[in-house]
């Protein structure tokens, strides 16, 4: 059997893999335009776009027809059959995008909900390929994706709520409570959704925090795999690295660090720096 991966544009995966799984890009609307991530807008442009009181920017899920366009081109390459993993429904409508377009291919194509974004979702992906490279079947593709969705943390924290807000990934009155009270929260995606995991006064505290959740989140295991993805703030995500490196020592079995796609800094704003944990 030869199962083929599509994921979206959210995942941000690292280069090495953009050549073994087809990528259906997210748009980020500024000002009206909507323009692909990763094609036509980078995570730089989201984070200028964003400082820029003048101009809205919003995102824009892919269509159905989309994502049926990708499957039906794999299909005719040669795939038996094709797993598609994809960020959280409770944060977009793009896993309900992905599931109408399979309905129309018979049970050759798996739709998997990561229940998270990010490098939570690409950690599921990458156990998709790895799976699918040794011969799996295309359930058994999809479950190697779902076990490890069961296997990965997010934890990030945010300069100010105010983006997530707008967007309407957390609630209004959660927001307004982090800036009254001036603190700093520490945000865990759970079953697909953002909530406060904890909250401290200062970011050096918070982002303190987030690793001592990070490495509780691995616990004993013998290996793991570690994501430090940040937007526009490189020298906190080198910082974070460094000691998660530290910490983990021989059990850290690899370690990405990147910025987050287009579509997620437009969600969470310059200074976001994340902690996603693969047991």
């Known amino acids: 059997m030869t199962i083929a991966l599509v994921t979206d544009s959210t995942a941000g995966l690292p280069a090495e893999f953009a050549g073994r799984i087809r ?10 335009v909507a323009r692909a991530e990763g094609v036509e807008v980078s995570s730089a442009e989201v984070a200028a776009a964003l400082r820029n009181p003048k101009l809205s920017v919003t995102t824009s899920r892919p269509a159905p027809t989309e994502f049926a366009e990708a499957y039906q081109a794999l299909l005719d390459d040669g795939a038996t059959g094709v797993v598609s993993v994809h960020l959280s429904a409770a944060l977009s409508g793009t896993h309900e995008s992905a599931e109408l377009a399979a309905r129309d291919f018979a049970g050759r194509v798996r739709v998997v909900d990561s229940r998270s974004t990010a490098m939570g979702l690409g950690f599921p992906v990458l156990a998709a390929v790895s799976a699918a490279a040794s011969g799996a079947t295309v359930d ?3 479950d190697a994706a779902t076990t490890a969705v069961g296997r990965t943390e997010t934890y990030f924290v945010v300069d100010t709520l105010e983006h997530l807000r707008r967007g309407g990934r957390i609630g209004a009155a959660s927001a307004l409570l982090g800036t009254a009270l001036a603190v700093k929260p520490i945000l865990h995606v ?4 953002i909530v406060s995991q904890d909250r401290v006064r200062t970011t050096s505290r918070a982002l303190d925090r987030m690793v001592e959740l990070a490495m509780a989140a691995a616990g004993d295991e013998p290996e793991v795999e570690i994501a430090v993805q940040h937007l526009d703030t490189p020298e906190r995500a080198e910082q974070i690295a460094a000691i998660v490196r530290e ?8 370690l990405y660090t990147s910025e987050v796609s287009a579509v997620i800094g437009a969600h969470v704003g310059p200074g976001v720096v994340g902690v996603i944990v693969h047991r």
Do not use: K, N, W
Request: charged content about 30%; hydrophobic content about 50%.
């Open 190 to 193: 759970v079953d697909g959704s």
């Open 23 to 32: 990528v259906v890009p997210l748009a980020v609307v500024i000002d009206g």
């Open 140 to 142: 058994e593709v999809a």
């Open 247 to 254: 910490r983990l020592g021989d059990r850290l079995r690899a």
